[in-house]
């Protein structure tokens, strides 16, 4: 039996970014003009639902490249590789097909702009992150001119020996939270005054928007749910935007895993989408609610976004 009404109330914008979508088309086309199977180095977007659809078309996703075939074809996902990854690509014989972001993209440009430039760089990411790792290795190795180093937290900061150079720069891991980067470089451009800044901030529009529009819808909510798996960074970090703001918050992937007594008490509920999470989770998400209490359903005005990606040659 359903027990009062609940109003939900839905995040915009919310879901995929284009980006994502991107990368999604870019296997699925490959799988139209290749036929099955069509590797792909690790997950080509952090989404459970998304993966285990694309295995279904074909898709098989690897972390080694030794054990591809030669002559196959391989995906880089939207995180980005380093350039030892592509190197060894080409070594086994194997076809690229480049799904990195070009916003990831523009961070790898902006870091070997640095380094020929012969700056020691400081990279603002989570160690083990493919992004992190893929911006890092972007730089194949450290030298007394130049050089690049991970950079999680201020602590990081604080325990970084001073440099004796003026050529001293920074980029970021595109998902990160905006509140939680701008404090670390604030510390990096207090302990380097002279620090150079990428031309644009690195965080990703689309990141950005959904973190805005967490914000925005905080004060009226008893519980907000960020459909996103535990792997994706941006959807991780809208759940703790929430946390933060002492609103209770839920990061959920898959409905078999939703609890009903979560409701208990609650009148509204906010319901947004990390960027790798498709929008069929998010009305899923819905139906689930709706069995345990009637609902309401809103959609909050949020920034439109109109940014298309140009597809490579596949």
């Known amino acids: 039996m359903k027990v009062g009404v609940i109003n939900i109330a839905l995040a915009n914008p919310r879901g995929f970014c284009a980006g994502v979508e991107r990368a999604i088309i870019i296997v699925e086309e490959a799988l139209k003009k290749y036929g ?16 285990n659809d694309l295995k279904q078309k074909g898709a098989i996703f690897v972390d080694d490249l030794h054990t591809i075939p030669s002559g196959s074809h391989i995906i880089f996902s939207a995180h980005g590789v380093s350039k030892a990854v592509r190197k060894s690509a080409d070594k086994l014989h194997l076809i690229p097909i480049d799904a990195t972001c070009p916003l990831v993209t523009k961070v790898h440009n902006e870091v070997n702009r640095f380094y020929e430039g012969q ?12 992004e992190a790792e893929g ?35 920074y980029v970021s891991q595109t998902t990160l939270s905006v509140d939680d980067t701008s404090i670390i470089i604030d510390a990096l451009k207090s302990k380097f005054p002279n620090i150079k800044s990428p031309k644009n901030s690195d965080i990703c529009y689309a990141t950005q928007n959904r973190q805005d529009a967490v914000k925005g819808m905080l004060g009226n909510q008893d519980l907000i749910f ?12 809208l759940a703790e935007i929430a946390k933060q703001h002492n609103i209770e918050a839920i990061l959920i992937d898959d409905m078999k895993f939703f609890d009903p007594s979560i409701l208990k008490n609650k009148k509204n509920i906010g319901i947004t989408a990390g960027a790798s999470a498709p929008e069929i989770l998010v009305q899923q998400l819905i139906v689930e609610i709706n069995k345990y209490s009637d609902t309401v359903v809103s959609e909050i005005k949020g920034v439109e976004e109109s940014v298309i990606f140009k597809l490579p040659i596949i």
């Open 135 to 169: 911006t890092m290795g972007q730089i194949e190795k450290n030298s007394p001119e130049a050089s690049i180093h991970l950079i999680e937290s201020i602590d990081d900061v604080e325990k970084l020996p001073n440099i004796d150079t003026d050529k001293i720069s």
């Open 226 to 237: 960020v459909v996103g798996s535990n792997n994706s960074s941006n959807s991780s970090r």
């Open 36 to 51: 099955a199977p069509i590797y792909v180095r690790n997950e080509v977007v952090h989404n459970k639902y998304v993966i």
């Open 119 to 130: 700056y020691h760089i400081f990279m603002i990411g989570h160690k083990g992150h493919p």
